[in-house]
């Protein structure tokens, strides 16, 4: 398993990873929503801010975040990958590259949601704790914080 900074080369298997989980995502619901997503992904790169995890030519794991925000944009891992600190890693590396002190905030799935149930769980390991309730994408969500201070 490679843990890395994802390269421009690296879009279309980075993008069947994100096509595969998209039922997950409110948000990514169409064909031209996934286009948008790809560029989004591709600025990403270029910022530095894209991080895949690749096993045998494929990806098992995608993270894109903003150091400038203090922010976890998108995290998945394939289903067939998930349990094996994939994610636990990639977000280490993400870590290493925000300012020590600055909070780090993610939007995910509300408690109760069967959706968010993984989403949570890791993050809760991690140490986040509830932030505000919100509507994205016509869909419930809530931000949950990593305090640092
Ligand atoms: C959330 C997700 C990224 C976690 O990826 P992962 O690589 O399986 O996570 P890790 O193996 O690094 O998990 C680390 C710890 O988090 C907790 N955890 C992760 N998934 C969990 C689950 N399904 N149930 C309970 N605890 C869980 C555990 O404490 C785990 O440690 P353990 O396996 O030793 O008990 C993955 O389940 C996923 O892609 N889910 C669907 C997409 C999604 O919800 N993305 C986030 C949207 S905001």
């Given at each position: 398993m490679e843990i890395r900074f994802a390269k421009a080369s690296d879009i279309d298997r980075f993008m069947d990873l994100v096509r595969l989980v998209k039922?997950?995502?409110?948000?990514?619901?169409t064909e031209e929503s996934l286009k948008e997503h790809r560029d989004t992904v591709l600025h990403f790169i270029e910022n530095r801010s894209a991080i895949c995890a690749l096993e045998d030519g494929g990806t098992a794991g995608v993270l894109l975040f903003s150091a400038e925000d203090g922010e976890l944009c998108f995290l998945a891992v394939h289903p067939l990958f998930r349990r094996r600190r994939i994610a636990e890693k990639m977000f280490s590396l993400m870590i290493?590259?925000?300012?020590?002190d600055k909070d780090i905030k993610i939007t995910t799935f509300r408690e109760?949601?069967?959706?968010?149930i993984s989403a949570r769980a890791f993050y809760k390991k991690l140490g986040f704790s509830e932030g505000e309730l919100f509507v994205e994408f016509g869909y419930p969500a809530q931000k949950l914080i990593l305090k640092r201070k």
């Open positions: 039922d997950d995502f409110p948000g990514l619901e290493s590259q925000m300012d020590v109760g949601d069967p959706k968010g």
